[in-house]
C-alpha cells in the first residue's frame, strides 16, 4: 500500500458494548474537512440511537454537510450534520435527512443489527498492524 493510500484511508475499530467489536475504514477524499475533524477528536464513544436499519450517535463534532448525499448504500459510516451524529447503515435504510459520506464497515457488519438503543459504542482509530495509535 502506497503511503498516499494510507493517508486517504484511516482504519476504525467500533468497540460496542456487550456484543463485540467491527471494523471499518474512512476515506479522506469522500468528505476530507469531516474526516479530519473526527479523527483528531478520536477515540469517542456515545450511545447509540436507532432510525430504521441504521445506528447512529451524537459525537463532538459541529460540522455542516460536505458532498452530502440523501441515498447510502449497506455499510456505509457517514456524518450526520443535522444530528451532528456518527451513522452506520447496516441495512438497506436511507437516511432521514443528507449526510457527508465517511467510508464503510469492512468487517463484521451485522453486528450493528444487534444493538439495542442506548448501547455504549466506541470508535478508535486503528495503525495498520490492528493495534492503536501510541498516546501523544
Do not use: H
Request: net charge neutral.
Amino acid at each position: 500500500m502506497s503511503s498516499e493510500e494510507e493517508i486517504s484511508r484511516i482504519k476504525v475499530k467500533f468497540i460496542i458494548e456487550g456484543l463485540g467489536e467491527a471494523e471499518g475504514e474512512l476515506v479522506r477524499f469522500l468528505a476530507p474537512r469531516t474526516i479530519d475533524m473526527i479523527v483528531r477528536k478520536l477515540p469517542m464513544e456515545g450511545r447509540a440511537a436507532l432510525w430504521k436499519e441504521e445506528i447512529y450517535f451524537e459525537i463532538p463534532v459541529k460540522m455542516g454537510e460536505e458532498k452530502a448525499k440523501a441515498t447510502v448504500e449497506k455499510g456505509t459510516i457517514a456524518f450526520w450534520p443535522m444530528g451532528s451524529a456518527l451513522c452506520v447503515f447496516y441495512g438497506s435504510s436511507q437516511p432521514y435527512s443528507p449526510v457527508s459520506i465517511l467510508g464503510k464497515v469492512t468487517s463484521n457488519l451485522e453486528i450493528f443489527s444487534q444493538i439495542k438503543s442506548g448501547t455504549k459504542i466506541r470508535v478508535e482509530q486503528l495503525v495498520d498492524n490492528g493495534t492503536l495509535p501510541p498516546k501523544p
